[in-house]
């Protein structure tokens, strides 16, 4: 069965440093999204990216974060400065074209990136 | 906007037993309304989805739920529970023009005993 999948599972940084989280969609799946869970927090949505650009972003994705498809099949998330507050479990997920008559498809998510900042 | 409210951070059930997780949402338009299952260490996994039709939605694993515009719930059940149904499970809602963007409830750790 497809599956989205991250890398890495668990990374650990300094508070300031840059942070990739990387993600592998399902290959044919053409929208992209990235959420976030602050432990003992809701899941919280923050980019959705399609055709190669920024579809819709939250309040929470400000400057300091950047998403990215740089080949055909990874799509990364990248936080420039990081604060001890983006500590979260970050989850990327995607979804195939939206079918007509009203149909909808359904969002796959991978088994999420947990970053610690320290 | 949107806002779900997932009622019970925590719920006990015997194996056999009913599963009744309850979820509300808010929502300014008719919306689009989704439960996820994450299990340990997994990513989350949908279990069913309403957006039009039939307001009765069965989805994996047993599970069902039905959407109830003039209450607006759209609560989870499973007629009889068992031990691998130990899982978290959040509700979500999203707009039919917002599709993806999905705010989730605080979710419900489901503990099923013997």
């Known amino acids: 069965e497809p599956e989205v999948t991250q890398t890495p599972s668990h990374q650990v940084t300094q508070m300031g440093q840059e942070v990739i989280l990387r993600c592998v969609p399902i290959?044919?799946?053409?929208?992209f999204y990235w959420y976030r869970q602050i432990l003992g927090q809701k899941v919280e949505f923050l980019v959705s990216f399609y055709n190669n650009e920024i579809s819709e972003k939250s309040e929470i994705f400000d400057d300091q974060f950047s998403v990215e498809r740089p080949d055909g099949s990874n799509f990364t998330l990248k936080i420039r400065s990081t604060k001890l507050e983006d500590s979260a479990m970050y989850f990327c997920a995607s979804s195939s074209r939206l079918t007509s008559g009203g149909t909808t498809g359904e969002l796959f998510f991978g088994e999420g990136s947990r970053l610690t900042v320290l | 906007a949107q806002s779900v409210t997932q009622l019970g951070s925590h719920v006990s059930v015997s194996e056999g037993a009913l599963v009744l997780l309850r979820c509300n949402y808010s929502s300014s338009v008719p919306p689009y309304l989704f439960w996820y299952v994450q299990y340990p260490n997994q990513g989350l996994q949908l279990l069913l989805k309403?957006?039009?039709?039939?307001?009765l939605v069965k989805g994996i694993n047993g599970f069902e739920a039905e959407f109830k515009k003039s209450e607006t719930s759209f609560h989870l059940t499973k007629p009889s529970a068992h031990m691998s149904d130990a899982a978290e499970y959040f509700c979500?809602?999203?707009?039919?023009?917002?599709?993806?963007?999905?705010?989730f409830g605080a979710g419900t750790q489901v503990v099923v005993t013997p």
């Open positions: 290959s044919n799946h053409l929208y």
């Open positions: 309403y957006t039009t039709g039939a307001t």
């Open positions: 979500a809602v999203t707009r039919p023009d917002s599709w993806g963007k999905l705010q």
